[in-house]
């Protein structure tokens, strides 16, 4: 049994940890609105791009000189896949749930005898992750040293996916994200980028896919305007991955840091209920030998 003294310092400790995972929690709370409105914002725009591209898609006369981003290389030998976590931790199971959701998927990939390449945005994924597929692994894309997602980091991991999509190194690229719901709710989301995934792909859609929903005259043509598109469409999916990742990562820590204090909470009361119990066992014996030894006089 732990004495007074063990019990004390434990119930300052457990108090110490109780104020550092409460201010967590507010910390997460402020960053989690502005986290949230730049996620929240970011969705008519790439939403209104998938839609002109899925127009531009339908206007082209002749499919057979369309970008590789559209319609891929023929092949689904060799996939990327993109896997963005947080680059720190204490945030409940926000990192692991992402890494679970891409790792079924490697396995699955390695059993279809696939070549499979993972592309770490995020340290704790890349920890995750490297510890089953070190060998598969690629220079993680470090953002520690950054403060605010812009879209210029984006832009740099959307180029570095274009430049090794050009150079023949992959043939299918998947991006994994946690999307953001609500404070207790991020759901893990894989979402394919090349060959990109269009509105109307569907088969219930399919037939309204055949022509565009509007008329539109293009200058220069279609093909060009579209391929410059696919380009930046990459960055733009990438940069709403990182801000429903940023809202998500908020979220997930608010919730896991309210969680830890409320355990704190619990844990003092035990504690300090051990500890008045053993106080009072102890002055209850103390006055059992007072009293015994004014007897023995």
């Known amino acids: 049994m732990p004495s007074l003294k063990d019990l004390k310092n434990r119930i300052s400790s457990v108090k110490a940890t109780r104020k550092i995972t409460q201010a967590m929690k507010l910390v997460a709370a402020a960053k989690l609105r502005r986290a949230q409105e730049a996620a929240e914002a970011s969705r008519p725009y790439t939403e209104?791009?998938?839609?002109?591209l899925a127009n531009l898609n339908a206007s082209l006369p002749n499919k057979d000189g369309a970008s590789p981003l559209l319609v891929g290389t023929g092949k689904s030998?060799?996939?990327?896949?993109?896997?963005?976590?947080?680059e720190r931790g204490l945030c409940g199971g926000f990192n692991s749930n992402i890494a679970r959701r891409a790792r079924t998927d490697v396995l699955r990939l390695n059993g279809e005898g696939k070549t499979v390449k993972i592309l770490c945005v995020g340290r704790k994924g890349a920890d995750l992750l490297k510890r089953e597929f070190e060998s598969q692994m690629?220079?993680?894309?470090?953002?520690?040293?950054?403060?605010?997602?812009g879209y210029e980091n984006a832009e740099a991991i959307g180029n570095q996916i274009i430049s090794m999509f050009d150079a023949g190194e992959f043939d299918v690229c998947t991006l994994y994200y946690s999307e953001f719901r609500s404070v207790i709710s991020q759901v893990?989301?894989?979402q394919q980028l090349i060959p990109?995934?269009?509105?109307?792909?569907?088969?219930?859609?399919?037939?309204?896919?055949?022509?565009p929903s509007a008329v539109y005259e293009y200058e220069p043509d279609e093909g060009v305007i579209l391929?410059?598109?696919?380009?930046r469409n990459i960055s733009t999916q990438v940069f709403r991955g990182l801000l429903e990742n940023a809202a998500s990562e908020q979220g997930a820590r608010?919730?896991?840091?309210?969680?830890?204090?409320?355990?704190?909470g619990e844990?003092?009361?035990?504690?300090?209920?051990?500890?008045?119990?053993?106080?009072?066992?102890?002055?209850?014996?103390?006055?059992?030998?007072?009293?015994?030894g004014a007897e023995a006089l």
């Open 254 to 264: 608010m919730s896991a840091m309210d969680n830890a204090t409320r355990n704190a």
């Open 267 to 292: 844990m003092i009361e035990k504690l300090t209920i051990s500890f008045n119990r053993q106080r009072q066992a102890q002055i209850t014996n103390e006055l059992i030998e007072i009293i015994s």
């Open 77 to 86: 030998e060799t996939h990327l896949l993109v896997v963005m976590t947080a």
């Open 188 to 190: 893990p989301t894989g």
């Open 196 to 211: 990109a995934t269009l509105p109307g792909s569907d088969e219930g859609e399919a037939a309204a896919s055949t022509k």
């Open 227 to 231: 391929g410059n598109l696919l380009r």
């Open 48 to 52: 209104r791009m998938n839609a002109i």
């Open 138 to 149: 690629l220079p993680t894309a470090d953002l520690r040293d950054v403060k605010r997602v």
